[in-house]
């Protein structure tokens, strides 16, 4: 097991704006097999600008890696203007010591991402396999496609141990999502397969379903005016209401569940 | 004294132009015919800036051209991101321009779409957009639906020359041979004039139009009694209407693009036209506020692939409304430097969001001095566009139309101002050898 | 000091001037093929393909419609992105391009010249705007004039010459090359949401689209107009319209053409070749097509021939793009332009795997292998509706081998064996005949071989492509690598592309054709036309016409009105 730390120098984010430090090229597959000097020098954007790791990051390097899957980045300092975390990984770990900016995990392939804090917009963007759990809060559009994209989420885990913001799941196909806490409106938003459980309260979800599955544990602060109720279902013995929709897309397409208490 | 005919109204989405205009030693004397209230001030004209002009200690002071573009581009030249925004009220030969500015410094274009009909723009990312020209609704629409809208006082000519009021080939009664529907949170003056106003709680709009989409579909069975505050049987009789008309057409603003769902409304606001397309024809169109809102959207997508929110800084286009666009990039503090051109964020943006434009360097360039100005580091005037400097612009129907140069100026047009930053940073990169 | 170029020893493909893979040299002098030069830059094409830039003759590449397409796509955008380099601008998109994209990419294929299929009048502006925007291509661009009132009303007063004198304001106002026919009444009707057959009565107007297409085919021979009408027809993407098509071609049969071209273009002939009835019996009936263009030399075609995989589908045939939307369920913009037409855009995933979708494939390929004569037939994608324009080398690889047909057959969906007929078509293209159909047959159908294009003869522009492949090259993938990216490819006698790359991006000229009228006969049309103008347009008569700053670099050709 190799443990690549790397900690934003606090210069990085010292100046008149908090320009993002864009950190796709450092994921654990991509580094893999790279010598500290050859590590430094991997250029990161940083604005319209690439720097050298080395240069925005104090880098240390600890124990061997015999591939991808052994290595295991960490994150620190603040980390709140660091975008791309683990965008596009596809095997090892990454571990966020800190709220991570947009776009954490998004497109992740494989491996498994640990946010030590809150993840900004986009976390799990078209995410296809891998595990990415966020400790905190997770923002707006968590899991969801990008802007046109007719698929989220395809595959993959995730869970968020706080609350989500809007659109958790939109266009979601695929994969799993478990959000401990409260979700804003429009989870599942033209979802068409995959599973989003929330424990929490959650409000207009599953609109313009075409298929999958929503399962509400907290309260329903409003429902969809759009779905037909279908009788009651058990899951791990608590007893839900079952819906079926959205027929707002029309009878065919309609085979969104939903289930609520 | 000349009459000019013609003339083309560079103030609203509506871009009016059939103006008649009195012109007499180089002034407009008098608007005969055509503009609204609002078009007719702005063709009369009002204070300018009347010099470039570079702020020292806390004080601006007048310059000439030539200074305040080497500054701009100084300030340009040195910044790792730059926001490049406004864009809406000059035409689509500065777009260009700007466009290029932005790949070359790599740097964040944005527009005013981004606070009015971003999410419009967004929905049609999702849904697509079934619509048609302003002609189209005058020759043959029956129905008019304006939700969220109050174009009586917003877009004075709108309903006079395209819409409810206006007479075409199928239409020529005017509004006698129509109907139209209002839908807003309160009784607005063209809610007054509506045969059906739909009073809807505010922020509902999302799950109304789902309800009045379940409805067309089939399916008013699982519909509430209620929805968003407006009861059921209002609904089923807002469908009726949609089945029984020949031709639908939904207009959208600014009451439906900011609340509840945002930018999903809109997208629902077009499933509901897709759900009313099985019954009749039906279109649906944003009314577009700045005259030239539409043309920055149709130049940024041509040129770059996407119509706003365009991140430039690895020399190709990465677009991300909410994360690139203005009000969130300033909110953040993500940039270090800003263009504001032609529009007024010192005005619209939110105290947050200002708050850091407050802080880092500014340029502005824009024909009158607004609350941007008071904050401006360097300030540049150009030409009015549409009265001292000619080009095209889109029509909120994506009609292009080319406004007209109607009195000479010394001021320089936007065109030609930014043209000279961006020589001025390409002389200034060839120096350092990059 | 004249600017002169040699290109030496190559194996010239020039069909317009009969030479069928000599070795020649190539001279030029200032932008135009000469006899010969003094002291030029030398490029050495030894074993290489040299033939003239490629002329397409129908392609969406500017405009509303395009535009619109790329709205809807951030998708599409993303596909295609390329970073600024010190010559080219940034590039986005894959099936809709953005312009500086669009330029680069048909250059590095070797093309020179691209027709915009469909310029919708009242955004005429808007396609000019973005043409000038695309380096490179020389281009123009084909206004619609079949569903516009005006032109409804004249075909059924039956005043042929007031007809002729609307075209001709038509083109000048909009600077159009030849009149453009989208689903003629049937675009009229979509604003009804309605749609119209061949010889159905285009509902408020009292003329069928057979009399809108054999009233314009007329009045466009009234002109020494370079192009016949270009037609898309009715129903296009149904299954069994291939009577319809055969029974469109019949309407203009028997008018004479000014000069020795065809009366009428039919364009993207593969979705109008359409057998069955339903989806589920749909068949190829290319061959039916394709005999009814070998018995007849009133027509010529192109093939819209399918790309698989995902694309944007665009055209001015708004009824069409609404069926096609109500299959996938997808995203859809309709734009519907007052008195004049109307525009449908929605992505379509074309799927190897699809019956439906592998016998269209099959038909595109048929009709070139089975019409007999190239000079009747284009390459195209229809771009972007049966593919990107990018694709174009898969299909000449296809055409090129048939061992390239049968591989690709056999991945396919098994109808292609039993609902089509291209597994059992033996005919391989040769370079020659890949010349005519992607250069000397498209200039000639325009009439852009009198303009300096299609051909390398003295005089014409010094625009050629260099291919890095021997003509004696079988492998099909080594041939579609090939007609991908250029060895060279040269502008009006400047290397834009070398080794693939772009390295040079001069603006292309805008090519526009001014019919020439009489006045009194304009003045009468006029009288009608300001009518429409004040009560139906929402815009002025004096803003309507394109003003002259938006074509830079004009290059213009009269009409004369023919005497007879």
């Known amino acids: ?210 298929g999958g599955e929503i399962v509400v544990k907290g309260k329903v602060l409003e429902m969809m005016p759009s779905f037909r109720p279908d009788g009651t279902e058990s899951i791990e013995g608590v007893e839900y209401k079952k819906y079926l929709g959205d027929l707002a897309m029309g009878e065919k397409k309609a085979k969104g569940t939903l289930y609520a208490r | 004294m000349v009459e000019v005919t013609d003339v083309v109204c560079s103030l609203c989405g509506c871009v009016c132009d059939d103006i008649v205009l009195e012109v007499e030693n180089n002034e407009i004397v008098k608007v005969k015919k055509g503009a609204c209230s609002v ?126 009021v206006s007479k075409g080939y199928w239409t020529e009664e005017g509004k006698k041979g129509k109907k139209m529907v209002v839908v807003d949170v309160r009784k607005t003056m063209t809610a007054k004039m509506a045969d059906v106003f739909v009073q809807i709680k505010q922020g509902k709009d999302y799950q109304v139009f789902s309800a009045l989409r379940a409805i067309l579909r089939g399916h008013e069975d699982v519909v509430p009694d209620e929805v968003g505050g407006v009861p059921k049987e209002q609904l089923l009789e807002v469908a009726n209407m949609v089945k029984e008309s020949k031709f639908v057409m939904t207009f959208f603003g600014m009451g439906v693009t900011h609340t509840g769902a945002r930018h999903n409304n809109i997208v629902n606001a077009i499933q509901f036209t897709r759900a009313a397309h099985l019954h009749t024809k039906a279109s649906i169109m944003p009314l577009r506020g700045h005259y030239n809102v539409a043309g920055i959207n149709q130049v940024c997508t041509w040129e770059t692939g996407f119509p706003f929110a365009i991140d430039m800084s690895r020399g190709y286009a990465w677009y991300n409304p909410g994360e690139q666009s203005a009000t969130d990039l300033l909110y953040r503090g993500d940039c270090d430097a800003a263009m504001i051109i032609a529009s007024d964020p010192g005005a619209h943006f939110p105290g947050e969001s200002l708050k850091h434009l407050a802080k880092i360097p500014v340029i502005q360039i824009d024909p009158y001095a607004n609350p941007t100005t008071e904050f401006a580091d360097v300030v540049i005037p150009a030409a009015v566009s549409g009265i001292e400097a000619e080009g095209n612009v889109y029509r909120m129907d994506n009609v292009p139309i080319r406004l007209r140069k109607i009195l000479d100026t010394d001021y320089l047009p936007d065109e030609e101002i930014l043209q000279r930053i961006l020589t001025e940073i390409r002389a200034m990169r060839e120096k350092e050898g990059e | 000091m004249a600017d002169e170029l040699l290109i030496r020893n190559g194996v010239v493909y020039d069909p317009i001037n009969g030479v069928k893979g000599e070795k020649k040299d190539i001279c030029i002098r200032d932008g135009k093929v000469v006899d010969s030069v003094t002291n030029p830059k030398v490029i050495d094409a030894e074993g290489r393909v040299v033939m003239p830039g490629g002329v397409d003759i129908h392609s969406h590449i500017a405009g509303g419609k395009v535009n619109a397409g790329r709205i809807m796509r951030p998708e599409d955008e993303r596909k295609g992105v390329e970073p600024k380099t010190k010559v080219c601008r940034a590039q986005s998109g894959y099936s809709v391009p953005n312009t500086f994209a669009t330029g680069y990419r048909y250059a590095r294929m070797g093309y020179t010249f691209v027709m915009e299929a469909a310029m919708p009048p009242l955004a005429a502006r808007h396609t000019h705007e973005e043409m000038v925007d695309i380096p490179i291509l020389d281009n123009a661009a084909m206004p619609l004039i079949d569903n516009n009132w005006m032109t409804m009303e004249y075909v059924k007063s039956g005043d042929t010459d007031l007809l002729a004198a609307y075209i001709a304001w038509m083109m000048k106002a909009t600077k159009g090359y030849a009149v453009k026919v989208v689903n003629p009444g049937g675009t009229e009707a979509w604003g009804w949401g309605k749609n119209c057959n061949l010889n159905d009565t285009v509902p408020y107007f009292d003329v069928t689209p057979a009399e809108i297409i054999k009233g314009l085919a007329e009045a466009n021979e009234k002109f020494e107009m370079p192009h016949s009408i270009h037609v898309h027809g009715n129903m296009l993407g149904h299954p069994g319209n291939y009577e319809m098509t055969k029974d469109t071609y019949d309407v203009v049969k028997g008018i004479k053409p000014y000069r020795d071209r065809p009366t009428m273009h039919a364009t993207h002939t593969q979705f109008h070749s359409y057998g069955g009835t339903t989806w589920g019996n749909f068949e190829s009936k290319a061959d039916a097509i394709a005999d009814y263009i070998n018995e007849n030399d009133h027509m010529s075609i192109d093939l819209g021939s399918v790309i698989l995989g995902d694309t944007t589908t665009m055209t001015a045939d708004g009824p069409m793009e609404y069926s096609l939307y109500q299959i996938t369920g997808r995203k859809w913009t309709n734009h519907d332009v007052e008195l004049e037409t109307g525009t449908g855009i929605t992505p379509f995933l074309y799927s190897g795997k699809v019956s439906v979708h592998t016998i269209q494939w099959a038909i595109g390929q048929e009709l070139a292998l089975l019409v007999k004569d190239p000079w009747k037939v284009a390459l195209t994608t229809d771009h972007p509706n049966a593919g990107p324009f990018i694709g174009y080398p898969i299909i000449i690889s296809h055409l090129m081998s048939k061992k390239r047909r049968d591989e690709s057959a056999e991945a396919m969906h098994k109808a292609i064996f039993d609902r089509a007929a291209l597994p059992s078509i033996d005919r391989e293209y040769d370079l020659n005949e890949i010349a005519i159909i992607t250069r000397g047959m498209t200039a000639k159908t325009l009439g852009l071989h009198e303009h300096g294009k299609g051909h390398l003869g003295v005089g014409a522009d010094a625009d050629v492509a260099i291919y890095d492949m021997s003509p004696e090259e079988r492998d099909a993938g080594k041939i579609q690598k090939a007609f991908l990216n250029t060895k060279y490819t040269i502008k009006g006698g400047q290397i834009v592309v070398k080794d693939g790359e772009v390295v040079a991006t001069p603006p292309g000229r805008t090519i526009f054709v001014t019919p020439e009228c009489d006045d009194k006969l304009t003045d009468e049309m006029l009288v009608t036309l300001k009518d429409k103008f004040a009560k139906y347009y929402s815009v002025t008569f004096n803003n309507y016409p394109v003003q002259d700053a938006y074509l830079p670099n004009p290059y213009e050709i009269k009409a004369p009105w023919r005497s007879s």
């Open chain 1, 1 to 210: 097991m190799q443990t690549i730390t790397l900690k934003l120098k606090d210069a990085a984010m010292s100046g008149i704006a908090q320009v993002p430090v864009e950190v796709d090229a450092l994921t654990p597959d991509k580094l893999f097999g790279k010598s500290e000097a050859e590590l430094k020098a991997v250029k990161v954007w940083w604005g319209n600008k690439q720097e050298a790791a080395g240069d925005l990051f104090d880098v240390s390097v600890a124990g061997d890696a015999g591939s991808g899957d052994e290595v295991k980045i960490v994150f620190e300092g603040d980390l709140t203007r660091v975008k791309r975390i683990g965008d596009g990984m596809k095997s090892g770990e990454i571990e966020a010591r800190g709220d991570v900016d947009m776009h954490c995990g998004a497109m992740m392939e494989g491996g498994k991402i640990v946010v030590k804090g809150n993840a900004n917009c986009w976390a799990g963007r078209e995410m296809r396999g891998g595990e990415l759990v966020i400790e905190g809060d997770a923002e707006d559009n968590l899991c969801a496609m990008y802007r046109g994209e007719d698929k989220g989420m395809t595959g993959g885990k995730v869970m968020v141990n706080g609350n989500a913001g809007e659109c958790v799941g939109q266009y979601m196909a695929g994969g799993e999502i478990l959000i401990k806490g409260n979700v804003d409106r429009l989870a599942g938003l033209s979802m068409s397969g995959g599973k989003i459980t929330i424990g929490g309260d959650a409000e207009l979800f599953g609109p313009d379903m075409i």
């Open chain 2, 39 to 164: 078009g007719k001030a702005k063709l009369l004209g009002h204070e300018r800036i009347k010099s470039p002009a570079i702020r020292e200690n806390g004080e601006l002071r007048e310059c000439s051209y030539d200074e305040a573009i080497k500054k701009a581009a100084e300030i340009l030249y040195k910044s790792r991101r730059s926001l490049l925004y406004g864009w809406s009220s000059t035409v689509c030969e500065a777009h260009k321009v700007g466009v290029e500015l932005t790949e070359d410094l790599g740097a964040v274009m944005d527009n005013t779409a981004s606070v009015c009909h971003g999410p419009s723009v967004l929905a049609i990312n999702d849904v697509g957009l079934p619509s048609c020209t302003l002609g189209e609704v005058k020759n043959r629409a029956d129905l008019i639906i304006y939700w969220g809208a109050n174009p009586a006082q917003a877009h004075a000519n709108h309903m006079k020359r395209y819409s409810y």
